[in-house]
């Protein structure tokens, strides 16, 4: 029987990172993945193909709208649809092979099929070809990710009623989309699809969008989204859809209670959520402990209940992002070969990449004030920075968030183009226990979108130059 130092199950962020920061320290490892490609939900269904889409339906509205008014005259574009699968398609092909590259070039054992775990030490592998074979290992790391959330009393046939799978697959520009869930993905996959044309509307539970992030940055992003043409139904549930028709009817009920109204649509996308996946690894038997949602319990070293036996990724608590679960496979694979690996959770950004983009790292305000952590607050627009405007991309602002006392950066928020990258020196400033002062003295090169966050920093104090 094989025998390795770990045996790590599921191939997403969070285990291929882990599997191979591990073989670089010298362990000999070993990685199990049902799928018939690594890169798990994230490149395979997850970030990768939303973001293909996501970049190629902005080029795609940029093209009918914004391109006239610089000065570049094209015709009307038209969508080739299969194209355009394609191109996601090809995204997904280029960053899936580059992961099964990476197995070799670490010399890692790579097995396709379904892991379970009949004891501590052992893997039972159901593989592909329909075969049986067992391994032994010293470590075995669960990061087995997650799943869709379902909707009660509601089938996902991944054509016409979808998850984020189908809907990253739909065959034509649906007429009306039907989001169910204002959260990142609901809002990302409704924005490609409303840019292609769709007429789309996101029904929420709660009273507002992007639940957990800054509220000032939900409010604001919502008026950004309702001028592209996205209608929000808020404080409102979807209570059934009967797909008896050609058309969706979709009961749509107040949250609170109170009449049901009717609405059509041609695709309803469920996005609710996701929930920690460890089906069929046989945890209970082992006596693996699991909290009330499912996700596999961990202490600071990502082991659980039973000796042996670790998890990471969205397998366990906290955030279900793939940068979250790469971090935690680089710290548990330091952690197996004696070393001293750890995540700052305070300080995981996080990004929603629609356009303008939507990024946000450590704090909101409403965690501040809960805390009850006296706060100063230093807000830029994008309207007010030379290279926005140069651009004609305006929308949107940073906010600075820093304590009142010590001046240290505690939560920072960015609306605007290219959020998702400007976020990353203030995680930086942050990992580095950095001050509104700091950012503000910190030279920027003009003219950049990053001056919005100098002067943001600068706001904090009341010494903005340009607003
Ligand atoms: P996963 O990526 O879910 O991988 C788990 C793997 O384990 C899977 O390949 C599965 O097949 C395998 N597996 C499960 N059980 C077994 C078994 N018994 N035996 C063998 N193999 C098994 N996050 C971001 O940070 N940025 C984004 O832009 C982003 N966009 C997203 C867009 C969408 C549409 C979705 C759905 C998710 C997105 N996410 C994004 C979230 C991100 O995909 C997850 O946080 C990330 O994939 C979690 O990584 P993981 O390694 O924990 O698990």
Redesign the pocket.
Known sequence: MSSYDLIV???????YVCAIRAAQLGLKVAV????ATFG???L????IP??ALLHASHRFEEAGHSFAKMGIKVSAPELDHAALLGFKDQAVEGNTKGVAFLMKKNKIDTFH????IPAPGKIDIALADGSQQTLEAKAIVI????DVAKLPGIAIDETRIVS?TGA?ALEKVPGKLLVVGAGV?GL??GSVWRRLGAQVTVVEYLDRILPGMDLDVAKSFQRILEKQGVAFKLGAKVTGVDSSGDTLKVSVEPAAGGEAQALEADVVLVAIG?VA?TE??GLEALGVEKDARGRVVTDHYYRTSVPGIFA????IAGP????K?EDEGVALAELLAGQAGHVNYEVIPS?V?TFPEVASVGKTEEELKQAGTAYKVGKFPFLANGRAKANDETDGFVKILADATTDRVLGAHIIGSEAGELIHECAVLMEFGGSSEDLARTCHAHPTRSEAVKEAAMAVEKRAIHM
């Open positions: 199950i599921g191939t997403g962020p969070g285990g199990v993945e049902k799928r798990g939900t994230c395979n269904i997850g970030c939303s973001k099929g379904t892991a379970s990061a087995t990710g997650s984020s990253i993905i990302e996959l996701r996946y069929g690894l990471i990724g969205d397998a279900m992002l793939a940068h679960a990004v990449y």
